[in-house]
């Protein structure tokens, strides 16, 4: 295989991912005015139904315009030698492979995501704005910018930087290597994110002692289970948009709630939620995620070490001295199709894990509420209740709300 070839792999790969991503969301788009089953009847009122489906077409025209745009901009920057320009000028300051790198990711992380920034601005102040979800500020926004350039330059460029120094002194067995910290780091993250992490972004206090908390200290007695870390998130701060979320396990399981969905559920309702996530717990769904997720890691990193000592990879984006960061980008585009792959068929057993979690709420609370709470959460919302099958199958980690609730009511 030459070089010239594996260009023109990387070109074909980028160009389907772009096509069947339209075509997706041209076939999920034909189903925004489709009639309510009778199960999802009473979610939206007349108007709520009308603008729920203007929200989704603008979003629709909007991805179509970003999506454009990302592909020109991709393309464009790999027919016109961008990765070599921003390797030459990462050369320019030192002749460490380590630094190079870092370099290198910054200035085309960063820049890409500069370039963008005019996108999720208009989502963020436009559209979001438009239908009432909005409530970021602009110094909110761009300082959560810029925290999250910081945190990809301290993790991400400390991972980073321990994978290039493990192919450097072990060549092809860098990936056990890299495959033992990439693990300790996602268990650590696991286990600290709603610690370390998120109160970089968001404020998380203990739930109130009140009849919220007692419902809920009720609930964990029934069922036998220690739920002493509660945490309200404000995340009314940046959307009206309502969530929760379980972390960690062992002595570190914690559930946080999101201020909105306190806000606009019942307490009886957000109880049923509770419920579901303790039902992730219980079936050990965090673990498997972490098992699966560790072997598709170690698996991507084998692959990568079979092929990385190539050249081929380097001058295939037109850089002619052979770099372990060129071809992580070679490799990353052309593993795009497996990436896809496994992709499915973790959305397929998130689908899976998602009605089990559903099925232990209504076994130990019960599915009235879950369904009160569920119908509330899309229409706060204004999700799409008629999405194409396709779609689903390809992008949706949680079943449609009339799959749930089908579900619910066996």
């Not at 339209?22 to 007349?46: C, G, I, R, S, W």
């Not at 761009?142 to 980073?160: E, I, P, Q, R, T």
């Not at 268990?187 to 809920?216: E, H, W």
């Not at 996530?277 to 219980?282: F, N, Q, R, S, T």
Request: aromatic share 16%; hydrophobic share 45%; proline share 2%.
């Amino acid at each position: 295989m030459t070089a010239q070839l594996l260009f023109y792999i990387i070109i074909g790969i980028l160009i389907f991912d772009y096509l069947v991503d339209q075509f997706l969301e041209y076939l999920n788009a034909k189903h925004y005015n489709d009639t309510l089953p009778n199960e999802l009847q009473d979610v939206y009122d007349t108007n709520e139904y009308k603008k729920s489906q203007a929200y989704k077409l603008t979003n629709y025209k909007f991805g179509k315009l970003s999506g454009l745009f990302s592909i020109i901009l991709t393309l464009g920057f790999i027919l016109f030698d961008g990765f070599k320009l921003v390797d030459d000028f990462a050369r320019t300051f030192t002749d460490n492979n380590i630094l190079i790198a870092l370099t290198f990711f910054g200035i085309i992380i960063i820049g890409s995501d500069i370039i963008t920034i005019p996108f999720s601005y208009y989502q963020t102040f436009v559209i979001e704005e438009k239908f009432g979800f909005n409530k970021s500020t602009k110094k909110l926004f761009f300082l959560d910018k810029l925290k999250g350039w910081l945190m990809s330059a301290v993790l991400g460029g400390g991972v980073l930087s321990l994978i290039i120094w493990f192919y450097e002194f072990s060549g092809a067995n860098f990936w056990l290597y890299a495959w033992g910290v990439v693990t300790v780091f996602s268990l650590f993250m696991n286990m600290f994110y709603a610690k370390l992490i998120v109160p970089l972004f968001n404020k998380q206090t203990p739930l109130k002692n009140g009849s919220l908390r007692d419902k809920i200290s009720a609930y964990a007695t029934t069922i036998g289970f220690e739920l002493d870390n509660i945490f309200v998130i404000d995340g009314s701060k940046r959307s009206t948009k309502a969530n929760a979320y379980f972390s960690g396990f062992g002595s570190q399981k914690r559930i946080t709630l999101y201020d909105t969905l306190i806000n606009d559920l019942e307490e009886d309702e957000i109880v049923a939620v509770l419920a579901h996530e303790v039902g992730h717990y219980k079936r050990k769904h965090i673990i498997y995620n972490l098992f699966l997720s560790t072997l598709v890691t170690g698996f991507t990193l084998w692959l990568l070490s079979v092929f990385i000592s190539s050249p081929l990879l380097s001058e295939a984006l037109g850089v002619q001295i052979h770099s372990f960061h060129i071809g992580m980008i070679a490799f990353g585009l052309l593993y795009s199709p497996i990436s896809e792959i496994t992709g499915l068929f973790m959305n397929s057993l998130s689908r899976k894990f998602e009605y089990q979690a559903d099925d232990y709420a209504k076994e130990t609370y019960n599915s009235d509420d879950l369904i009160c709470a569920l119908k509330k959460l899309s229409k706060n919302s204004l999700s799409n209740l008629t999405p194409h099958a396709t779609y689903v199958w390809f992008h949706y980690s949680h079943p449609s709300l009339r799959q749930r609730i089908l579900n619910l009511k066996k």
